[in-house]
């Protein structure tokens, strides 16, 4: 019995590996290498001390998932595979809508077909209403959602609207909706972590590659929002601390897969189907609080100028994360100085990432 990872080598996936081998679960890899490299497998095979099965595959190509649901028996699928720039997502609609909720619908029919009916979605605090998100911080799960401001943001709000139609039609299905709020930091070891193309959108890889001198300034955009110091402020919350997420998750929907690993039988029922969940640290942070905090992590000096405001940006974004702790027993347990060493030592052992020409 293994579980499923579409997207296992991106980010946030690679990370999960370790926490899944770490609690002795079976899984396979499934990815097509969209948006990252063999190596990072490599990397966490290395954490793990063993090898990875891993299939180079599109999530849209339903014959090749057929045929590993045909070669593995798979207990329970882990969905992390999609596109995530938001910018992009607006030039590329119809590739996001494409990949995200396309590649969705048919790995949900391969899964059905198999009688494959556990899974953990990667979602996003993007789901959530804009002018909701201004104002009622720290946002919890029935805060409004829908009204996103790009084809990313729709197709993440797609996706959960067809999890919950499907299983209203088949209530066997057993599923769990995480919501991330900004997921920062890289593994302890320095050797897995974010590896972004091009010039980084995100905070966090923008202010590392300031630090390792591959940019010469970070442009922080907006000063005068209602914040403590006119910086936007965001719920960052540690890849770790989000990947232990994702194996209490599996473990909430009752997976096989451990039982297998370990010769154990473990059957438990989820309370609540689907679950929909927050995963942040209740904490927000400004812009100014990170790059603080990332000096005094990476004893180097993050130059920024104070700029204009991004389109679409909000004050204030944060969770109320209660409930992931009432019903999964999970919280975030690092702080941002750990997110900001973390990064760092990822960052200054990898300047270029995984790839030494790039
Ligand atoms: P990532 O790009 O590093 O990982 C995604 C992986 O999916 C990549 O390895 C890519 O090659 C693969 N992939 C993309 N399209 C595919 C397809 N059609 N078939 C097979 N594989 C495909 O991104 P990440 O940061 O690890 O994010 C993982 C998931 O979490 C994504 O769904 C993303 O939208 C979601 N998410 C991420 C963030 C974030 O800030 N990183 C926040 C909220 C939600
Ligand atoms: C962005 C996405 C969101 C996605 C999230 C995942 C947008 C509009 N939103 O959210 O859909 O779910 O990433 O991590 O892209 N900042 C700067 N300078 C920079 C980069 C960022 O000042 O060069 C500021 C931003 O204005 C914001 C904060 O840093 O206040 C965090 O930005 P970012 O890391 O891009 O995340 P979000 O905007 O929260």
């Known amino acids: ?80 595979a999609g596109l995530k720039a938001v910018g992009q997502s607006v030039e590329q609609p119809l590739e996001y809508y494409d990949n995200n909720v396309v590649g969705t619908l048919r790995l949900l029919e391969v899964m059905k077909e198999f009688a494959c009916k ?20 720290p946002l919890t799960e029935s805060n409004p959602v829908g009204g996103t401001t790009n084809p990313y943001g729709t197709s993440k709000y797609m996706i959960e609207r067809i999890l919950e139609d499907l299983y209203i039609s088949d209530n066997s299905f ?42 010469e300034y970070l442009s922080v955009f907006g000063s005068d929002y209602d914040t403590h110091d006119g910086t936007g402020v965001r719920d960052y919350i540690h890849v770790v ?30 309370k609540i189907n689907p679950l929909i969940v927050n995963i942040g640290t209740g ?16 004893g180097k000096e993050v130059l920024y100028r104070l700029v204009d405001r991004r389109a679409g940006d909000i004050a204030k974004c944060y969770a109320n994360p209660s409930y992931a702790k009432e019903v999964l027993g999970w919280e975030a347990t690092k702080t941002l100085e750990q997110m ?11 300047p270029n990432g995984y790839n030494c020409d790039k």
């Open 1 to 80: 019995m293994s579980i499923l990872i579409t997207g296992g080598a991106g980010y946030i996936g690679s990370h999960t590996l370790v926490e899944l081998s770490q609690f002795n679960y079976d899984f396979i890899v499934y990815d097509n290498l969209s948006n990252s490299s063999q190596e990072s497998l490599k990397r966490v095979e290395k954490i793990i001390g063993k090898s990875i099965t891993f299939i180079n595959g599109d999530i849209r190509d339903s014959e090749k998932l057929k045929e590993v649901f045909s070669n593995y028996t798979i207990d329970s699928v882990i969905h992390f």
């Open 118 to 137: 556990k899974i953990v979605f990667s979602s996003s605090a993007t789901v959530y209403s804009e002018v909701d998100a201004k104002n009622y911080t």
């Open 174 to 215: 057993k599923i769990a909706i995480l919501r991330y709020f900004n997921p920062v930091g890289a593994h302890e070891s320095g050797t897995i972590g974010e590896d972004p193309n091009g010039i980084p959108n995100n905070l966090m890889p923008f202010i590392s590659q300031v630090a390792v001198g591959k940019r």
């Open 241 to 270: 601390d989000l990947s232990i997420a994702h194996v209490k998750a599996i473990e909430y929907l009752g997976t096989d897969a451990l039982a297998s690993a370990i010769g154990e039988t473990k059957v438990s029922l989820p």
């Open 283 to 298: 904490v927000g942070y400004s812009v100014l609080d990170v790059v603080k905090a990332f000096e005094k992590a990476s």
């Open 340 to 350: 900001c060493e973390d990064s760092w030592r990822w960052q200054s052992n990898n």
